[in-house]
């Protein structure tokens, strides 16, 4: 079964500088890889995502992560944050059985942004 | 824009009474999400239903928890009877593709936020 762990609870950046938010999965094949961003006036939407090719990857609002198979990571990363990118932001993984696919979620990493 | 209806927003109610919850998916889109999301266990994807078909639903609780679509513009989940830990926010989504790997983003609706007495 895979699993995945977010090992910051709550990081604090300064507007303009460069963030990085951790993530671990363990699966024994490739996995299907997320990160998901969950603010009060946006809801819950899908940052982006990596299914194969590309190590790194491009989503919206500037960000991108790269997997990493050999450290089993898939960090997300932007190089100058806006006071808008305060959020909760969750990874997961996904793992494609023979008749059903399942995604589990980490706990979250809550982004604060100092002015 | 068009968006994903979740209704009620908010619902009370007390241990043992049925409790359902409805999604409007987007027009067109052709997949559905359920997800649930508590202090205690965070985000948990549900079900998911593709062309109105469940493609997978392992992750709900079967003896209490159902999920169906009555047709292309509804999406329901019921628990029968309610338990004080269903408490939660149940997120619905839709999306376009073949599921949960689809290509296409799945859109997420404003969520509906339980609480069992």
């Known amino acids: 079964a895979q699993s995945v762990t977010q090992p910051d609870i709550h990081i604090t950046v300064s507007e303009g500088a460069s963030l990085e938010l951790r993530c671990n999965y363990s699966?024994?094949?490739?996995?299907?890889l997320f990160w998901y961003v969950q603010s009060p006036g946006q809801g819950l939407q899908l940052l982006l995502k990596?299914?194969?090719?590309?190590?790194l990857v491009q989503g919206i609002k500037g960000f991108e992560a790269e997997f990493k198979r050999s450290q089993s990571s898939f960090n997300l990363r932007k190089p100058s944050v806006h006071w808008s990118d305060a959020a909760e932001y969750f990874c997961?993984?996904?793992?494609?059985?023979?008749?059903?696919?399942?995604?589990?979620f980490g706990s979250g990493t809550r982004l604060s942004i100092r002015p | 824009d068009a968006r994903v209806t979740q209704t009620p927003r908010h619902k009370v109610t007390e241990m043992g009474q049925e409790v359902t919850m409805r999604c409007q998916p987007i027009?067109?889109?052709?997949?559905v999400f359920w997800y649930r999301q508590t202090m205690m266990q965070g985000l948990e994807l549900l079900a998911y239903?593709?062309?109105?078909?469940?493609?997978?639903d392992s992750g709900m609780p079967k003896d209490r928890f159902s999920a169906e679509m009555p047709d292309a513009t509804l999406a329901t989940l019921k628990i029968q009877p309610s338990e004080p830990r269903d408490s939660a926010v149940y997120f619905c989504?839709?999306?376009?593709?073949?599921?949960?790997?689809?290509?296409?983003?799945?859109?997420f609706g404003d969520g509906t936020r339980l609480s069992i007495l």
């Open positions: 027009l067109g889109h052709n997949t």
């Open positions: 699966y024994g094949a490739t996995p299907y």
């Open positions: 239903f593709r062309n109105r078909a469940p493609l997978d």
């Open positions: 990596y299914f194969s090719g590309d190590t």
């Open positions: 997961a993984v996904g793992a494609a059985y023979s008749s059903a696919s399942k995604i589990i």
């Open positions: 989504a839709s999306g376009l593709g073949d599921g949960l790997y689809s290509n296409q983003p799945q859109h």
